[in-house]
């Protein structure tokens, strides 16, 4: 066999492994059926195999490796679009959508993760062949374990404070705490929303908290992410069962109404915490001024 083999083997195996770790299926259910975790960890094989090949044909001075990398960046470039196309079609069904730019922080993630496994990959191999088999392993746990950091992006807990509130009517008005939700006349519903409706108040930690929470789609994915781990109480037709973020305009505090059909409350402010702050949703004024100030 040649010198390049276990190398190669052993890149395979890490990279793919570290795609199978990635790959889990949590409270929010994607991806949820076999075949397309079949999907995803094919493609993460062969991210794993353009990463440990890349290794042995530069040291044999055969640089079409570096070709065969460019057309990978494009081809995961379709996964993004593949699970954008797919996620958008799903998203017109659920009773509480994930909303858009959820779906392409989704997106984005599972094209990102495919480069961390030529990553990973790529160093196993050029740590096998720059030692011994246990150099290689030592780099590739490294390399797995650093992967671990870097697919790890930010949690709403980390920028708000999560506090619930007991929905009340002012007359037509539904209010959590201060905060206009929406109008409901008829008393029947006013029940329901009474019986199953759950509030919460997310105060930012900062100004560029402020922004982050006020985008819609930061908003949206809260709605969602707490309706898909503690169901929701609503069907299609009922305009009045939706859940709702609002803001309060004075302060930037967000008002979040639900209803779900587990009313738990300390688990409902630990899902609303785990929320993924989205990376398309983060804004920082702060840093403007800092510039501005010559900081």
Known sequence: MSEYTYPILLGLIIGTLTRVYMLRTDYR???????????????GFIAAGLGTLAVPSIMEEDFTAVTFLTIAASQFRE??????NTLTEMDSYDLVPRGKTYIEGIAIAFESRNYLVIFTS?????GYL???????LIVGVIAFFLSKILMAGGKLSDIVDIEYIEPRFDGAGLYVDDIYIMNIGLPERQKEVLRYGMGFVLKPKNFDSRST?????QRQAILHDVSTALGVYRDSG????VPLA???LDDGRIGVFVLPQERDVKRAIEIIGKVPTLENAIRMPSERKKKEEGM
């Open 246 to 248: 609002k803001r309060d």
């Open 122 to 126: 790529l160093l196993t191999t050029l």
């Open 79 to 84: 996964v993004r679009n593949m699970e954008r």
């Open 130 to 136: 720059l030692t011994n088999i246990w150099g290689g």
């Open 238 to 241: 009922t305009p009045a069962l």
């Open 213 to 217: 929470i006020a985008n819609l789609g």
């Open 29 to 43: 259910q994607y991806p949820t059926y076999l075949h397309g975790k079949i999907i995803h960890i094919a493609l």
